[in-house]
């Protein structure tokens, strides 16, 4: 059975900073990119970063380029994402996402595995 499982998220004040945690398990995810996306009450899932299973490539959402850094461990099965210099604006409940294709994609439909959400609050 797949699972992804994310850890650290929290509270913490405007400014501050969060490191995510997603550890895999159940299959080797070798050639899959993972993503993180995160979803607001009342909104839509949205795309924040993605990574290639080799970490050679990553991309970012406009709203968080420069201030996200997406990561991977293959040897833990693990992908991280430090969040820095964090706004109001980014609370939100955040998943990570696994996509058996090999490329970076924004749209969640191409994403096979979720887990199950870790919640961020940025608020003083």
């Known amino acids: 059975q797949v699972q992804l499982v994310e850890s650290g998220g929290g509270l913490v004040q405007p400014g501050g900073s969060l490191r995510l945690s997603c550890e895999a398990s159940?299959?080797?995810?070798?050639?899959?990119?993972m993503g993180w996306f995160r979803q607001a009450p009342g909104k839509e899932r949205e795309f924040v970063a993605a990574i290639t299973w080799s970490g050679g490539r990553t991309f970012y959402a406009d709203s968080v380029k420069d201030r996200f850094t997406i990561s991977r461990d293959s040897a833990k099965n693990a992908v991280y994402l430090q969040m820095n210099s964090l706004k109001p604006e980014d609370t939100a409940v955040y998943y990570c996402a696994a996509n058996s294709r090999s490329l970076i994609s924004i749209m969640t439909a191409w994403y096979d595995y979720w887990g199950q959400g870790t919640q961020v609050t940025v608020s003083s």
């Open positions: 159940g299959r080797t995810f070798s050639n899959y990119a």
